[in-house]
């Protein structure tokens, strides 16, 4: 698998990401942590089934343990921390927070083996933070000393996304398939903490079935086999400014489905984002052309 391939399937994950929010509200009156076990063990079902077809089984013995745990916390943590996030604090400012996730991949990815931080890849990263901020200026309210617990959550989330993006890279020789044990003991996790935080509610009709059943198989699903091979084999600079798109795309969204109205701040964040994007792309092929 080429370079340039890798990074366009790790791009795909983030185009799965931007649906996040639309299913999310959809499968609404499900909590969190329910949601998270759900959508989890449908996305352990379809490594599982990859795996099935293509006689791949026998490939999870091959990984220790320490690379399970890794990859668990990652994605447990993440989303366990961002929920917690979202109860703590406005969700507005604890979503701008908590995306700040790219930004960190990017600089934290010019102290891995083979790559180059770049003054281009900051800049583009700066630029591309300002569109995302503009997503959410609607309702950034200000900081509040209560909001605080829920505003350090959002950024334990992202610094934890980050490190687990920026360490999948290091664990280039892992096969992929390993993200389907992740997605299994992620789920029974997030079922323990279910059962002892929140009340069960189950989806609405065939609507919010279809919702949850989307969201396992996408965003919380197959986005995160794509995103493995992306992270591994791919450009991790470009794809950590590329991943500003998830926010606005996630928005267009929202207004295409009539939830959210559409603002000229969505249309100046898209403008600022892709301006960022460019300059990581520039930078980028400057470090492969030098490679």
């Known amino acids: 698998m ?21 299913l999310t509200v959809g499968s609404a009156p499900v909590p969190p942590l329910q949601l998270n076990a759900m959508a989890f063990g449908l996305g352990g079902l379809v490594g599982l089934a990859w795996m099935l077809r293509n006689r791949r089984l026998h490939v999870l013995a091959q990984v220790k343990w320490p690379v399970y745990a890794f990859g ?30 790219p930004l960190l991949i990017v600089l934290f990815s010019g102290m ?10 900051v800049a583009g990263a700066l630029v591309a933070l300002a569109g995302a901020a503009m997503v959410f200026a609607g309702g950034i309210s200000g900081f509040r000393a209560e909001n ?15 490190t687990y993006s920026v360490g999948s890279r290091r664990l280039g020789h892992v096969p992929t398939e390993s993200v389907t044990v992740f997605c299994f003991a992620t789920a029974a996790l997030s079922l323990a903490a279910h059962l002892a935080l929140e009340k069960t509610a189950w989806p609405q009709g065939a609507p919010g079935w279809g919702a949850v059943v989307a969201l396992g198989l996408g ?10 091979m992306g992270v591994k084999r791919g450009n991790i600079q470009l794809l950590g ?10 928005t267009l ?39």
């Open 219 to 228: 965003p919380v699903g197959l986005a995160f086999y794509l995103w493995d």
């Open 148 to 162: 605080l617990p829920g505003f350090a959550f959002a950024g334990a989330a992202a610094l934890t996304w980050a």
């Open 2 to 22: 080429t370079r340039t391939k890798a990074t366009a399937i790790g791009f795909f994950a983030v185009l799965l990401w931007a649906l996040l929010a639309l």
């Open 112 to 121: 891995l083996p083979g790559e180059r931080l770049r003054p281009g890849h």
């Open 241 to 250: 400014v590329a991943s500003y798109t998830a926010p606005v795309l996630s």
């Open 253 to 291: 969204a929202l207004v295409l489905a009539g939830i959210s109205p559409a603002s000229l701040s969505l249309f100046m964040a898209a403008l600022l984002i892709a301006g960022g994007a460019l300059l990581a792309a520039r930078a980028s092929r400057s470090n492969d052309d030098q490679a």
């Open 72 to 101: 668990t916390a990652g994605l447990f943590g993440y989303h366990f921390l961002y929920f917690s996030a979202l109860r703590g604090a406005p969700p507005a400012e604890a979503g701008l927070i908590a995306y700040l996730w």
